[in-house]
């Protein structure tokens, strides 16, 4: 007869294996896009702050808060160091991660992160507490081995984890565009921790939403950086927010890489590195990828309206006609206009743009706001060939019968929408596997970013830390990632030069084609 007690062990052990098949180790893309918080129409649903370990981890088992309820919390179980249980969570009463480090990217936790409150045991950024047995992976047993068991084969070194962040404005009007870029950043930490992580890190990845607020940006880039420990941050959608904090990343020496293409300041700051060009050089670019376009379909005069809400859309109307960049080009500049990404309607733009004369019509505005000027103008019988920007720029824009005569995206790195090169390929493929919807140029930026960081940490060793990462960009010498982004070279301590290159999508009939087959080119 079996003892009692050897019974209540296997019910005990019985117990613990079921749970953790229920919490499962690989996770639909839903899943994915649940756990940060990313719908599947692309709209982020992020409360102030969410971490997301090897972008594998389980839903939020609690409702997530809203932008402004800092101190909610939502986890997900998790299993901690060394044991196959997880640890008691927050107060809230949610499971939560456990001391130490996890031993796998399927072993996550997705939590609300400002004002967060530590797990009893451990420390925000998985640092054993003084009074709790740290895992070593070095002296980590072999699978199985029990104390006092003749001694197994040498386990493998298990390297710790490599934490990144995004912070940017995925809430309110400005996230139809913005929020494609921490969307993809999460598909590059899904895809990269697949084929064994970053020079053997797993790659963790906590990603903030700011609400468009300064204060609130400079906060959570604070909490990512000394509380949760993140040694990068990637593709952020900063675009109206990012400027405030650029002393503090500047002062911490942590790197900073890829923008949605409107942050200036990425030229301001010896960490701050861009790969393509922003700010007032992407309006040039812009300037030199429309013109392209504009001159092969035999149209020359010019309209623009930019938005009232981001200093960037003042410096790309100062650009193009006060300094005459647009006349530079070729193009005759007849009308332009600032308007709000919040009006529901742009019948007043359209018509002035189509009594002036305007042939083209360069939209610096929202997702959204795209689709309501094309219909606006539409309405009036105007149909321009209507231009939008990297970060407005989705596939789905190209079937909008408004927009079907005719549509310029100007961007600074590969085509979304084209797979010609291998390094494209890759992206297609990722976005379809770990996505499952059609990208945007939003998705492009980001990846391509992240890739830069992959390149830059591929020497990365233990512990990772922000200073390897910036030794890594700063060995770039004409760097293109297989033609994911123009040459790139960082001199170390000093900042990003401006480079005026681009590459331009054309949509028409339905139909995206790569222009100029896709080069990027510079002038």
Known sequence: MMSRRRQAQILVLTFMVAATAGCGSRRSSGDLRAAAGLTRSGDLALAATRSVVGADAPAATGPVASTGQDSTVASAPSSSAGTATAAPGPATGSPGAGAGTATSADSATATTLASRRPVAGSSPTGQSQPGTPAANPKERSSPGQQAGDAPGPAPAVLRSPVLIGNVGTYTGPAGSSLTDLPEAVQVWVKWVNDRGGVNGHQVKLVMADDGGDQARHRSLVQQLVETQGVIALIGNGEVITGASSVEYLTRKGIPVIGNEGGSDWFYSSPTYFTHVATGQTYWKAVASSVASVARAKGKVKWAAITCTEATTCADADRVWTKEGEVKGQGLEPVYSARASIAQPDYTAECLNARNAGAEILTMV????????????????????????????????????????????????????????????????????????????????????????????????????????????????KGETLGGLVMPLTFTRGQNTPRQICWATNYAEGGQWTAFDGGRISCR
């Open 365 to 476: 505005m929202d997702a959204a706001s795209v689709r309501r000027i094309a219909a606006s103008c539409a309405r009036q019988s105007y149909r321009p060939l209507f231009t939008e920007v990297a970060a407005s720029s989705k596939t789905e824009h190209a079937s909008d019968t408004n927009l079907a005569g005719g549509l310029i995206s100007s961007i600074g790195h590969f085509v979304w929408t084209d797979a010609g090169t291998p390094a494209a390929a890759e992206f297609q493929a990722a976005i379809k596997k770990y996505l499952g919807k059609a990208p945007g140029a939003g998705h492009a930026s980001a990846w391509a970013a992240a890739r830069v960081f992959e390149k830059a940490a591929a020497n990365l060793g233990e512990p990772p830390t922000a200073q390897a990462v910036l030794d890594g960009l700063w060995s770039f």
